[in-house]
C-alpha cells in the first residue's frame, strides 16, 4: 500500500502565497513523476506542475512564472510553492505519483486533494 497525504490548503487573498506539500508513504522503493494537478468545479482536472526524480519539471502555461515545483527524494515529499495567486486559481489540488513499490510493482497514486481558495 502506497498513500499520498496532502497539507498546505487554505483560503487566501488575491496576490498571496500558499504551499502545499505532499507526503508518500507505505511499501515504496522509489518515485519517477510527481505532480500536482487541480480541478474546479464543473471543470477537469488538469496538471499544474510535475517534476522528475532528477528535478526537470515542468509548468501549464497558466501558472509560469508564479508557481514552483520542487521534491525532497530523502523524505519522499513534493511541495508547490504558489505566489502571486489569482482567483482563478481557486480549485482543489491533487498530488499524483508514479511509485516503484518494494515488489516492483509501478502504481499511479493520487493523493486526496486539497482545497485552495483564493477570494479577490
Known amino acids: 500500500q502506497v498513500q499520498l497525504v496532502e497539507s498546505g490548503g487554505g483560503l487566501v487573498q488575491a496576490g498571496g502565497s500558499l504551499r502545499l506539500s505532499c507526503a508518500a508513504s507505505?511499501?515504496?522503493?522509489?518515485?519517477?513523476?510527481m505532480g500536482w494537478y487541480r480541478q474546479a468545479p464543473g471543470n477537469q482536472r488538469d496538471l499544474v506542475a510535475s517534476i522528475a526524480r532528477g528535478g526537470s519539471a515542468k509548468y501549464a502555461d497558466s501558472v509560469k512564472g508564479r508557481f514552483s515545483i520542487s521534491r525532497d527524494n530523502a523524505k519522499n515529499t513534493v511541495y508547490l510553492q504558489m505566489n502571486s495567486l489569482k482567483p482563478e486559481d481557486t480549485a482543489v489540488y491533487y498530488c499524483?505519483?508514479?511509485?516503484?513499490?518494494?515488489?516492483?510493482?509501478?502504481?499511479?497514486?493520487w493523493g486526496q486533494g486539497t482545497l485552495v481558495t483564493v477570494s479577490s
Open positions: 507505505g511499501s515504496i522503493s522509489s518515485i519517477n513523476f
Open positions: 499524483n505519483a508514479e511509485v516503484v513499490t518494494s515488489a516492483r510493482a509501478l502504481l499511479r497514486v
